[in-house]
Structures are given as structure tokens and as C-alpha cells.
């Protein structure tokens, strides 16, 4: 008895082991067939309506070569593979039944209902829901077109992998890379190297080395080598000028300004307030404004740029504007319409300006606060609160004629009429209020002793950030 349990036992697991080897065995019909051997290997050769099925897989094609030791096959003529949801379209490609996988190195296509996926070349893994797609891949879903050089599909997981020349694009925004992760059910992209992210509705674009976007957040971090791009494009006049188009007036020219913001960290955020965070050395320029801080946050729908020292051993943002440097524990600009509208220094405020005839000459001028008014992107007017010192050289012409040093509680320095002033802003007057005082210096006192007419505060003129400098090593595409 106990032999023929034994027996039986063996019998069990062989007829497992054959129904396991016919599951794995790929299926084949069509109208005709023809066997022969080839090199020692057995092949079908299969015409018309051809039919192969492994399992849950289905192929059908014009013709077929399988190889039956080798369990594959080879599919020519309007291919079509499908796996429950997935469907791949070829007009030629190849199954192997031991992988189950499929292979194309001619134009492909897969539809899973939720993606459409294009390449010239492709390879799909039935066990893996996972497709390889290679050369001029395109993916589509309902909210987004992806292309790039290779791509990965992880089916199950609705995550794309996708490397060299990678550009994602939706209705809002672009981004380029040469890598990129993507989630497509929460929309969360991480892009790495040479990445670009253009905003379609308000001309920003934002460069760096790494980038994680979250949608549902809308937020975006970008903590490597991060860059902003602003493009304004507004028209001033030119009254000597042909060059218009029909939407504006034959005296008009167009005059392209552009906001870059470098930094170590920048963030975006996408909600109602819209605005941008750059952290950590952070360099700005926009014409002739160019700022040095720690800390700024551009609000873009509220049109304001504000900078500050985020701690009391960290130094002051420096600020400049023409021949200007401007210092003070935090900075606010104003925007309207792109172009500022006013500037204000909080606390421990300090200008100095450099004159255009002397460049060791430098005017100076220190308060609590300070707010620059400007009409036309032209500085009209400074007034300067709390305990207000100034040094203000004097000229006669262009020949130098001493210096007057000052002091008040308040001050109005104004700059006379924007349209009718040289392209440096230029004192037209200075009101002192509250216990003025002044003291006049004549030349030969200060002829060679400019180094020491410096008021208590005085902070030395640094070289300003350089646009071009700003926009060196970013890659075109």
C-alpha cells in the first residue's frame, strides 16, 4: 500500500510539472503551418491568422516564426500583444515565452487606457507590467505629453522613468531634463541635470540641478545650483524709431528686461500668494538694480521683492541701483507693472553713491529707514528717517568744490524731473527736518583726504553682480 501511495504521489507531481511546462509553452495556430529543422533546430513557420497565446497573453499577426526549443517566436505583419488592459502595436517584433517579454526594433505602440506610449524601438515584460521603450519616445496621458531618448513604464506602479532630452509638458508649465521620475497619479516629477521649468502664463523659467515638483502642494524646490528668469516685454518710446508692430503705435520700440535670481535653495510656491523663496546667497538683477542677501521672497502677483538678514551675525542685503549701494537689515521693492514703484530700507539704512567725474568720491548717506520713490523706472525722490547723517560733495561744473556733511532727524532729497535728468540720477535739492545742521568743507580740506570723510556707519562700495555673469553655464534648449 504504501508503494502505490508513493506512486500515486509521483504521478501528482508530474502531471503538475507537465501542466506547469504547457502553461509556460507558447500556443500556436494559423491558416497553414510548416515545420522543419534548421541547424538542428525545430521551427513553425505559420501563415495567416496567426494566433500564439501564453497564458494570459494573446499576439496576433500576419505570419510567424516560432522556435520551439527555444520557446520564442517571431511576429511580422500588423502585430497586435495584449495582457489584460495592455495593448502593443507593431508591424514587427518578437515574443520570448521563457521571459515573457516582447521585443520590437521597429515603430511600437502601447495603450493601457491610461497612457499612450510611442517609441521606434520597445520591449514590454508581461510578469513586470514594466514597458523599455528607446528612440523618439512619446508618452501621453489626459493631462500631459512626455518625450525623451528612453523611457521606462512601471504599469502597476503609474511611474515613468525617463532619460536624455526628457521634456514634460502640460497646459500650465515645461519641463526639460536630462532625467526625470514621475508619478503619474499624484503628478510629483524629480528631474535632474540641466533642468528647465518654463511657466507658460507669466514668462518665468526656472533652471537648476535638481528639481521636485508637488502639485497637490503647489509647491517646487529646486536645491541645486537654482536659477529664475523674469522676461518683461514692454515698449518705450522712440520717436526717431521705424520699427512697430500692428499692435503698437509707429513710434514704438520694444525694450526686453529680465529678472535673474540665483541663490542655493530656491522654492516656489503656487498657491493664492504666488510667490518664489531663494536662500543662501542669493544674487539678484533686473536692469540697472542688482541686490546681494540671504534671504528674498518675490511675491509675483503681488508685484514686491523683499530681502532681509535672517540673523543678527549674518550681513545686511546690499542693494544697488545706478551709481548707488544701499544697506539695511531688510530691503522692500515695489512693483507696478514690472516697473518699481518704490523702495524701502528698514533699519540701519545707509546709500552711498559713486561720482561719475571721481570715483574715489563717494557720497553718503545713513538713517533708521529709507524710501526711494521712482516714476517712469526713475529715481524722483529718497526720504531718509531717523537720525539722518550725509556727506554730499560738492562740484562746480565738473570741477570738484569741497563737501557739506549733515545732519537731522528727517530728510527729502529730490532728483527734479525723471524725463528731463542724465541717465545717473542727479541731487537737485536735499531738505533737512528736524535740528538741521550743516557743515561746509572747503576743497584744499579735502583734496587727497577723501578716506576721511566717511560718516560711522560707512559700509565700502562693493562690485555689483553682473547679469552675464549670473547667466553663465545655463544650457540653451
Known amino acids: 500500500m504504501l508503494k502505490i501511495f508513493f506512486k500515486i504521489i509521483l504521478l501528482i507531481f508530474a502531471a503538475a510539472s507537465f501542466l506547469s511546462a504547457q502553461n509556460n509553452y507558447i500556443q500556436v495556430k494559423g491558416d497553414s503551418l510548416v515545420g522543419k529543422t534548421i541547424n538542428g533546430e525545430m521551427i513553425r513557420e505559420v501563415f495567416g491568422n496567426v494566433v500564439l497565446t501564453q497564458n494570459n497573453v494573446v499576439i496576433t499577426c500576419n505570419q510567424a516564426t516560432q522556435f520551439i526549443s527555444k520557446n520564442q517566436a517571431e511576429l511580422i505583419g500588423n502585430v497586435v ?14 515574443y520570448f515565452g521563457d521571459e515573457k517579454k516582447s521585443v520590437s526594433d ?60 526628457v521634456n514634460i509638458a502640460d497646459s500650465a508649465s515645461i519641463i526639460t531634463a536630462d532625467s526625470l521620475e514621475h508619478f503619474r497619479k499624484t503628478r510629483i516629477t524629480f528631474a535632474d ?20 515638483d508637488y502639485p497637490e502642494k503647489h509647491y517646487t524646490l529646486v536645491n541645486k545650483k537654482p536659477m529664475l528668469l523674469q522676461i518683461d516685454t514692454s515698449y518705450v518710446h522712440s520717436a526717431d524709431s521705424l520699427a512697430y508692430s500692428d499692435s503698437q503705435q509707429a513710434d514704438s520700440t520694444m525694450k526686453i528686461d529680465t529678472l535673474v535670481i540665483r541663490s542655493r535653495i530656491m522654492e516656489a510656491y503656487r498657491d493664492t500668494l504666488n510667490y518664489f523663496k531663494a536662500t543662501d546667497s542669493v544674487k539678484i538683477v533686473r536692469g540697472n538694480f542688482a541686490s546681494l542677501n540671504d534671504f528674498t521672497i518675490y511675491f509675483k502677483k503681488a508685484e514686491k521683492i523683499i530681502t532681509y538678514k535672517t540673523s543678527d ?21 515695489s512693483l507696478d507693472n514690472n516697473k518699481i514703484r518704490f523702495l524701502k530700507v528698514n533699519k540701519n539704512a545707509f546709500i552711498i553713491s559713486q561720482n561719475e567725474y571721481n570715483p574715489v568720491r563717494f557720497d553718503q548717506t545713513s538713517g533708521d529707514s529709507v524710501l526711494m520713490t521712482f516714476e517712469n523706472s526713475k529715481l524722483i525722490q529718497t526720504d531718509v528717517w531717523g537720525n539722518v547723517f550725509s556727506i554730499y560733495y560738492q562740484y562746480d561744473g565738473k570741477e570738484p568744490n569741497g563737501l557739506t556733511k ?72
Open 106 to 165: 521597429t515603430d511600437v505602440k502601447l495603450e493601457d487606457g491610461k497612457v499612450v506610449l510611442t517609441a521606434k524601438r520597445g520591449e514590454y515584460f508581461f510578469d513586470e507590467h514594466r514597458a523599455f521603450f528607446q528612440d523618439s519616445v512619446v508618452l501621453k496621458d489626459s493631462v500631459s505629453t512626455l518625450t525623451a531618448d528612453s523611457l521606462t513604464y512601471f504599469k502597476d506602479e503609474n511611474r515613468i522613468v525617463a532619460v536624455s532630452n
Open 406 to 477: 549733515s545732519s537731522s532727524q528727517n530728510a527729502v532729497i529730490l532728483f527734479g524731473n525723471p524725463s528731463l535728468r542724465d541717465k545717473n540720477s542727479k541731487v537737485d535739492e536735499i531738505r533737512l527736518y528736524g535740528s538741521p545742521n550743516s557743515e561746509y568743507y572747503p576743497e584744499k580740506l579735502v583734496k587727497g583726504k577723501e578716506e576721511g570723510f566717511v560718516l560711522a556707519r560707512y559700509v565700502a562700495f562693493k562690485q555689483k553682480p553682473a547679469k552675464e555673469i549670473l547667466l553663465e553655464g545655463i544650457k540653451s534648449k
Open 81 to 94: 500583444i495584449k495582457q489584460d488592459s495592455i495593448t502593443i502595436t507593431t508591424a514587427r517584433g518578437f
Open 193 to 212: 541635470h540641466n533642468v528647465k521649468v518654463v511657466n507658460k502664463t507669466n514668462n518665468l523659467i526656472l533652471f537648476g540641478e535638481h528639481l521636485e
Open 313 to 333: 551675525s549674518t550681513a545686511q542685503p546690499y542693494l544697488w541701483y545706478e551709481n548707488s549701494q544701499l544697506t539695511g537689515d531688510s530691503v522692500t521693492i
